[in-house]
């Protein structure tokens, strides 16, 4: 299962934009790119994914490399909700499509 | 349907005993995956269901683990003979069939602890 590395923790100010990096330089052609977050106390839940094109959605923004080897995930307004342990995936397009998750980046959310 | 639902949410036992969690899937989701987390890991892969079919098992998953989807739709998961080691949540999670990618729902999990 392809690896990725993320920074253990990561401290932001509530209103400010927050970019969550992660590198996965073994990705292969076919892996989807996909982040989720656990809240405390709760499941994950799912924040974006991506290929290749950087996408955005009403939670966040994904942002690629071209070469594919690392994205960042961008808050574009952090608020005290989005404090949470955030995971960076690879998933496979093999039969299973599980998700294999790393530590995460633990984001603190100063008021 | 509110999402997926993990019962119970808390559960302690004394170990070498048994315990058996429930999970119910959103209802149209084909896929099943249960996950364990312990305290400052991420979750990690335990085992998948494509309806009633167990595809995919964990070497984690030790022969005292055993889950089971009989009719495609909730599932179970028994440990025997629990141990302290256990001591851990428990999530599901369910998403639907389909090429490339699928988003993934998770339960809020049972917090096992094995004294």
């Known amino acids: 299962d392809a690896k990725t590395t993320q920074p253990n923790s990561m401290e932001s100010n509530e209103e400010e934009p927050v970019h969550l990096p992660c590198n996965h330089s073994?990705?292969?052609?076919?892996?989807?790119i996909h982040w989720y977050r656990q809240l405390p106390s709760q499941g994950p839940e799912y924040v974006i994914h991506?290929?290749?094109s950087n996408v955005n959605n009403r939670m966040a923004s994904l942002a690629i490399a071209e070469d594919r080897k690392s994205s960042t995930l961008i808050l574009h307004r952090a608020t005290l909700r989005d404090a949470a342990v955030y995971y960076c995936?690879?998933?496979?397009?093999?039969?299973?499509?599980?998700?294999?998750f790393g530590s995460g980046t633990r984001l603190l959310v100063r008021p | 349907d509110t999402g997926v639902s993990q019962n119970p949410r808390h559960k302690i036992t004394k170990r070498g005993q048994n315990v058996t969690f429930r999970c119910d899937p959103i209802?149209?989701?084909?896929?099943l995956y249960w996950y364990r987390q312990t305290l400052g890991q991420g979750p990690e892969f335990l085992t998948y269901?494509?309806?009633?079919?167990?595809?995919?098992k964990s070497r984690l998953l030790s022969d005292r683990f055993s889950a089971e989807r009989p009719k495609g739709s909730f599932s179970t998961l028994e440990i025997q003979r629990t141990e302290q080691g256990d001591s851990a949540m428990y999530l599901c999670?369910?998403?639907?069939?389909?090429?490339?990618?699928?988003?993934?729902?998770f339960g809020q999990g049972t917090r096992l602890t094995v004294v």
């Open positions: 999670a369910s998403s639907p069939t389909g090429k490339g990618h699928t988003e993934a729902f």
């Open positions: 073994t990705i292969s052609g076919t892996d989807y």
């Open positions: 991506g290929l290749t």
């Open positions: 995936i690879l998933g496979s397009m093999d039969s299973s499509y599980k998700l294999i």
């Open positions: 209802s149209e989701h084909n896929r």
């Open positions: 269901f494509q309806n009633e079919a167990q595809l995919e």
